[in-house]
């Protein structure tokens, strides 16, 4: 029904590259910046350092932003939302944004439900306790 069955789905580890020294000075951040010294160990890639991004962490272009299910998550934030999905339902499923009230989103779902959308978070703010 989503994606292609001989196409394995496969998220590879997640690696998290964080800027050189950033553990060692409160002033420079995690955020990754490349290294452009002449002398920086990173840069030369040197056995023990930390590892800079490339193309291998990179996944399948064809799998690339899909769910175990196969499909592509589409933030919705209105009913009017549902309507964007309705040509697509095969490939793009429906993510009711956290902000919407749980009256608001008992009417997405059943207007999800008419227009054969499949919402991932169906069950978020709906069900009460018992």
């Keep these: ?9 496969v998220k590879k580890r997640r690696a998290h590259f964080n800027r050189h020294q950033s553990d060692r000075f409160k ?3 995690p955020n990754w910046r490349k290294p452009k010294g002449i002398d920086n160990a990173v840069r030369r890639r040197f056995k023990g350092q930390a590892p800079m991004p490339n193309i291998g962490y990179g996944s399948n272009k064809k799998t690339r932003h899909m769910n175990p299910a196969g499909y592509k998550q589409f933030l919705v934030n209105n009913s009017r939302d549902l309507d964007l999905l309705l040509m697509h339902s095969k490939s793009w499923a429906a993510v009711i944004s956290h ?4 009256r608001k989103r008992v009417e997405m ?3 999800a439900k008419q227009l054969g959308v499949k ?3 169906n069950k978020a703010r709906v069900t009460t306790e018992s």
Excluded: Q, R
Excluded at 1 to 9: D, R, T
């Design 99 to 102: 902000s919407v009230s749980a």
């Design 109 to 111: 779902l059943a207007k």
């Design 1 to 9: 029904m989503a994606a292609k069955p001989h196409i394995p789905i």
């Design 119 to 121: 919402v991932i978070n």
């Design 27 to 29: 002033c420079v951040k």
